[in-house]
């Protein structure tokens, strides 16, 4: 296969189209623009223009496939050609290099391998009271008419989560609420580093020096979550001990560093994420009473105690269309990237070595050509009638190899932590607040909801 060097990234073979300008370029400043101000906006208008289009910023070419089956192609077909790479998964290698999210894929399987008994029906099973007790314990703390700053609310219980899951031997040596802090810090800065552009950290280089001091720092704490663990009396049975256990053959093991990166991995990826999602399901629920009657009366016919994904998930087919809908409107993954090291074809299109090639859940997800009325929120459309809704079109966890690993983790742990939360409260909107979702950051979330916590009244 032919080598094509980054530099001559516009040249493209007989055989192949280049792919169209994509709409609202400026002739100085090309995509910057409308990616800055309103992203989700101009990825909207790419749709349908072309199967892929090509950005202009700073002076590159940045291609988006639009087509979710050339996405699904390039995802699960063609996976080991197009690796992981762009800038999130570049700066994210500069925080946790061998971690399952960033790796290369000539190392992914055996990674995966090592970490999937952690995500087993078992694992996810002993979790589940674990999820259960976190949404009582923070939802008994909530009084009638306190107002919820919801993503921080809904942060703090998953960090608990995934703290108890993951290492239940050492959680209360740990100071879950500095990890939160740490992490969040972390994402923040993260984020910073793929917006602000290179020149620019030059000529501001605190914000660099912010960045190793929040890497340093998250990996500190993560060896010593390590060592507290090593240091245990009790031998761990979470996550971790799953992980330090290797492939259970007496084969493979991860090593120390691999160890720290995956810690990190759990807490950056399986937090955040699944907060952001319970958050817009709690803001759906407050502005939408018809469908939290619906929720209510199908989680109140639950017996109490944890909601198990194996034996109770069958019995609640509206949440889990309302999970589903939730992902599909609000994917916190909004944006994602990949970068071929060989020139590749996709579709009718060269992809040039190293370059860069993104895919928006949110777009495909809002797309028109795929789903029937995409800006109406509807779980039904999920019931199976045909033809509102394009499985293939679907993807807030990703699909192939490189899928999200904790998706049933986090289908779990959102029914539980719903479970919990509706079975005392309503939600409501709270007067003078907005949620700020122009503009997303690492990943797409409410910034800024509010909302007031309502006693729920008797059914009759
Ligand atoms: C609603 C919650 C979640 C969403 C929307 C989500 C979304 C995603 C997406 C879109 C990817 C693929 C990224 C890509 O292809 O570039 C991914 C990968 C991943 N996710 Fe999740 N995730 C969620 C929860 C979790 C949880 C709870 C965990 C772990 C506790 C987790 C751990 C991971 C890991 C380790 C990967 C990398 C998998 C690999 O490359 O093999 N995620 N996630």
């Not at 994210?92 to 999210?101: D, E, H, K, T, Y």
């Not at 093991?253 to 955040?272: H, K, N, S, V, W």
């Not at 990943?443 to 800024?448: D, E, R």
């Amino acid at each position: 296969m032919t080598v094509i060097s980054p530099s001559q990234s516009d040249s493209f073979h007989s055989g192949t189209r280049k792919p169209p300008l994509a709409p609202g370029s400026h002739v100085l400043t090309g995509h910057l623009g409308p990616l800055l101000w309103d992203p989700l906006k101009f990825l909207r208008s790419c749709s349908n223009v072309a199967p892929v289009v090509r950005m202009k910023v700073a002076g590159r070419s940045i291609y988006l496939v639009c087509d979710a089956d050339l996405v699904r192609e390039m995802l699960v077909n063609k996976d080991g050609a197009f690796d992981k790479g762009g800038p999130v998964y570049e700066a994210g290698r500069s925080v946790a290099p061998n971690s399952l999210v960033v790796c290369p894929a000539h190392v992914h399987r055996e990674q995966r391998t090592l970490m999937q008994p952690a995500f087993s029906p078992r694992s996810i099973s002993a979790a589940e009271s674990v999820m259960a007790d976190e949404g009582e314990h923070a939802s008994q703390s909530w009084q009638a008419g306190q107002v919820l700053d919801v993503l921080a609310e809904a942060g703090r219980m998953t960090h608990q989560v995934v703290a108890r899951t993951l290492m239940p031997s050492v959680t209360d040596a740990i100071d879950v609420d500095y990890l939160l802090g740490v992490v969040k810090e972390l994402t923040r800065l993260l984020a910073l580093q793929v917006v602000v552009p290179k020149p620019v950290r030059r000529i501001v280089p605190s914000l660099d020096r912010r960045f190793a001091v929040a890497v340093a720092g998250t990996r500190r704490a993560a060896h010593q979550i390590l060592q507290a663990s090593r240091d245990s009396d009790t031998p761990e049975q979470g996550l971790l001990g799953v992980l330090m256990q290797g492939d259970g053959t007496g084969g493979a093991r991860l090593t120390e560093e691999e160890l720290c990166d995956q810690i990190i991995t759990l807490f950056t990826a399986g937090t955040e994420t699944t907060a952001i999602t319970l958050a817009w399901a709690m803001y759906v629920l407050s502005v939408r009473p018809d469908l939290e009657r619906r929720l209510h009366a199908e989680l109140d016919s639950l017996p109490p105690g944890p909601v198990s994904f194996k034996n109770h998930l069958g019995d609640l087919p509206f949440t889990c269309n309302f999970i589903s809908e939730t992902l599909r409107c609000y994917p916190s993954n909004w944006l994602l990237s990949r970068s071929p090291d060989e020139s590749t074809v996709l579709g009718s299109y060269l992809f040039p070595a190293g370059s860069s090639i993104m895919f928006s859940p949110y777009q495909i997800h809002r797309n028109p050509q795929y789903y029937s009325d995409p800006l109406t929120f509807d779980p039904d459309r999920w019931d199976g009638r045909p033809p509102t809704v394009s499985r293939r079109a679907y993807i807030p966890f990703g699909v192939g190899a490189r899928g999200c690993i904790g998706d049933r983790f986090a289908v779990s742990e959102i029914v539980n932590l719903l479970s919990s939360i509706t079975r005392r409260w309503s939600l409501r909107p709270a007067h003078g607040f907005r949620i700020r979702s122009k503009r997303p950051n690492l990943f797409a979330a409410p910034y800024g909801l509010h909302l007031q916590v309502e006693g729920r009244r008797q059914q009759p």
